[in-house]
């Protein structure tokens, strides 16, 4: 049985920081044209504008990728191109919380190790301020789910309901160690 737990919804500034440096650079490219005296568009023109449209649509279908499911006994995420399966028997529930990153700094991603970031939104594999590593999906930091791995990095998420994938987590838990 897989259960689907919805991921908090992007912030506007999130969408705002992605075409705004994309629109922008469009702009200046197209603007230098206008504003050159040769009569003839450079070719190198012909191909920018397309391109980093193109990357900036490829951006926007990446940010909708976000996923968070139980399956058969995993926590299976997928983060914009970042995937990540976790045994639930991996996760030390005892220790999980849901804290809001502003009050608990120590939980903040700091260092991109292979990642992607835009206002308000961090996905991948990161280095926190406490120096630990984590693999992220955060797009609401005042509500983000901390799940510490027995053997190796934390887990941070912020799904639109927190405490119902926790209570999730630990009901797959006490079934599968009562087999």
Not at 39 to 60: I, W
Not at 68 to 94: C, H, N, W, Y
Not at 118 to 140: E, Q, V, W
Request: glycine share 6%; hydrophobic share 45%.
């Amino acid at each position: 049985m897989t259960r689907d737990f919805p991921v908090a919804p992007l912030d506007r500034w999130t969408l705002l920081g992605l075409w705004l440096p994309m629109t922008s650079a469009m702009a200046i490219a197209a603007g230098s044209v206008l504003w050159s005296s040769s009569e003839q568009a450079p070719r190198g023109l012909l191909f920018t504008l397309p391109f980093v449209l193109l990357v900036g649509v490829v951006l926007h279908l990446l940010l909708r990728r976000r996923r968070i499911q139980l399956e058969q006994g995993e926590l299976k995420i997928t983060a914009t191109m970042f995937r990540k399966q976790v045994p639930i028997s991996a996760i030390d529930l005892d220790k999980a919380r849901i804290v809001d990153l502003d009050e608990h700094t120590e939980f903040k991603p700091r260092v991109k190790t292979n990642g992607f970031s835009l206002p308000a939104f961090t996905a991948g594999h990161y280095r926190l301020r406490n120096k630990a590593r984590a693999f992220c999906l955060i797009s609401d930091r005042a509500r983000v789910l901390v799940l510490p791995l027995r053997e190796g990095p934390l887990v941070l998420l912020s799904p639109e309901k927190p405490r119902e994938l926790l209570d999730g987590l630990r009901e797959v838990a006490a079934s599968t160690s009562r087999r």
